[in-house]
């Protein structure tokens, strides 16, 4: 090390500033932990916020939700639930008491509210379909393949999440959807007994409340299992308990410093983003292992060059030749996370951008806070020659002949890591994207359970939206002709593989007329409009 002299400065920067800087890093834990539970508490993930803007799918889905009614749904189902249960009854009783709530009322959540039998009810009573019919057309749909099992639809308002946040503001402890998910529980227990884990839900609403829950508890477990593997090798590699606790702490900092940055910056946190921290954590560990070596090998130095006390200016001069190799990983490392910025997906463009930031203001972090630590409690025994049971890494005499071999046969290392480099890329040329979005959950999670239950009773339950536009003034089809033309269309979707069952307009009207005279044809039309409102989800003109 070079840059040592035998007339160490007694009067320092980290001599005369330690107190100061130990003094902010107090001050500040008490926000840092503030900071970190507001991020956390703001873990939203509303998939469909995730669209790029600049996407033309993005924009037919925009248009998609203005013409047609939300597909804000939560379907609920449970074992006996069936055309005949009472239980069923009086649950959609229960929740249909929350449709008549005031206006203003921020606990009003659902717009309508569904089972089979009213519907099979329904399509008797107004479409003049027989029993088996309206079970037909409702099979795979609300019915099960049976013709018994079935479910209830609750339809959320379009404006209950407006008028929740107009009630509850910002607050980050009253999550809507968190909301509406538990009052559906709650109903189903307080009238019918039945419990969360008897429950099955299903629908866009459960899924970004599942993968909020699903985020949290893997953030928890992530946050044990680097919090142990980081301690554990910090202690590995320095074999002294303080300098552990001291590299332990720098991480664990660092990690609350990049989830104050996401709150102030007003940013809510997502699943992706939710490991940002862990990533922090890591890169601020292994900067302060690396620190911590520098600061033994700069009091070894000390000790051959006879200095009474080898810890003074130990902390600066470790920071001297530490900093440039830190700097170098570094920003090395936040130039390529802050690449992830390009993408179009908004997840992956927070993540690369606050772990870049997060990483940079850790190392500015750890440049100020170990060396100020080290200048007020400095650790003088590392540097003393120890005996261990364990393999100390640091004083392996292998690595001599591990140094000689990569300098004698460099060609050979270059040659070995292009290899890797090239079976890397073809592995990279191999991975395969999938949107399915339950590929995001472990198979052994709620949502994945309860889902394999609902399509196995009631049938598939990904929907796919297809729109047929019809031109008034090219097409000349009267309403009768463009109902023929649906039914057609949904015929030949159902022939499709794969496809569970199609419902569209046909589906909640009477039967198509095969030879209509002017007098049926308009009594046809008359009642498939007497009910227009009830098939907004279906059905929309524009002006």
Request: glycine share 6%; charged share 20%.
């Amino acid at each position: 090390m070079d840059n040592f002299t035998p007339e160490p400065s007694h009067r320092g920067f980290f001599s005369r500033f330690n107190l100061v800087i130990l003094c902010a890093v107090t001050f500040l834990i008490p926000f840092m932990w503030v900071g970190a539970d507001r991020a956390l508490l703001s873990n939203k993930n509303d998939v469909k916020s995730w669209l790029p803007k600049a996407y033309q799918e993005t924009a037919t889905f925009e248009w998609y939700q203005k013409h047609f009614e939300s597909d804000m749904f939560i379907l609920a189902s449970w074992e006996g639930c069936t055309l005949d249960s009472p239980k069923l009854d009086l649950l959609a009783r229960r929740l249909a008491l929350e449709v008549q709530r005031p206006a203003d009322d921020p606990y009003r959540f659902f717009k309508s509210v569904i089972t089979g039998p009213q519907l099979i009810k329904q399509l008797v009573e107004e479409q003049g379909l027989s029993q088996e019919q309206a079970i037909n057309r409702l099979r795979g749909f609300l019915i099960g393949q049976d013709g018994r099992q079935t479910c209830l639809v609750l339809v959320i308002d379009p404006q209950a999440e407006e008028r929740w946040e107009r009630y509850f503001g910002n607050n980050p402890r009253k999550k809507f959807l968190h909301a509406v998910v538990e009052s559906v529980y709650a109903a189903a227990k307080e009238i019918c007994d039945i419990d969360p884990d008897e429950l099955h839900l299903g629908g866009p609403p459960v899924d970004n409340v599942a993968i909020d829950v699903e985020g949290q508890r893997s953030l928890v477990r992530l946050a044990i299992v680097c919090g142990v593997v980081g301690g554990l090798m910090a202690w590995w590699c320095l074999r002294s308990w303080v300098l552990t606790l001291l590299v332990f702490s720098t991480g664990v900092y660092s990690a609350g410093l990049s989830m104050i940055l996401v709150w102030l910056t007003g940013t809510e946190m997502n699943a992706i983003l939710l490991t940002m921290p862990a990533l922090v954590y890591v890169a601020a560990v292994s900067g302060a292992i690396h620190m911590a070596n520098y600061y033994r090998d700069t009091l070894r130095t000390h000790i051959q060059w006879g200095l009474p006390d080898p810890a003074v200016g130990a902390p600066g001069k470790a920071l001297k030749s530490a900093f440039l190799p830190l700097f170098l990983a570094t920003f090395t490392t936040a130039f390529g996370l802050a690449s992830l910025s390009i993408s179009e997906l908004v997840p992956i463009q927070t993540f690369g951008i606050f772990s870049a930031a997060g990483i940079i203001v850790s190392f500015l972090f750890l440049c100020l806070y170990v060396p100020a630590m080290l200048q007020e409690w400095p650790v003088r025994n590392i540097a003393q020659a120890r005996q261990t049971m364990f393999f100390d890494p640091g004083r392996w005499s292998g690595w001599q002949h591990v140094g000689n071999f990569i300098l004698h046969r460099g060609s050979w290392v270059v040659a070995v890591c292009v290899l890797l480099m090239v079976f890397g890329a073809i592995g990279a040329s191999q991975v395969k994207t999938s949107v399915k979005l339950m590929r995001l959950f472990s198979p052994k999670a709620t949502i994945i359970q309860d889902y394999a239950w609902l399509e196995e009773k009631l049938g598939p339950l990904v929907p796919m939206e297809i729109v047929i536009k019809v031109d008034r003034d090219q097409a000349k089809l009267d309403l009768l002709d463009q109902m023929r033309l649906v039914s057609e269309v949904q015929q030949a979707v159902r022939n499709l593989p794969d496809v569970g069952s199609v419902v569209a307009v046909p589906t909640f009207a009477r039967p198509l007329p095969t030879r209509a005279g002017l007098v049926e044809k308009r009594t046809w039309i008359v009642q498939l409009q007497r009910h227009r409102q009830d098939l907004r989800d279906y059905w929309s003109e524009e002006d």
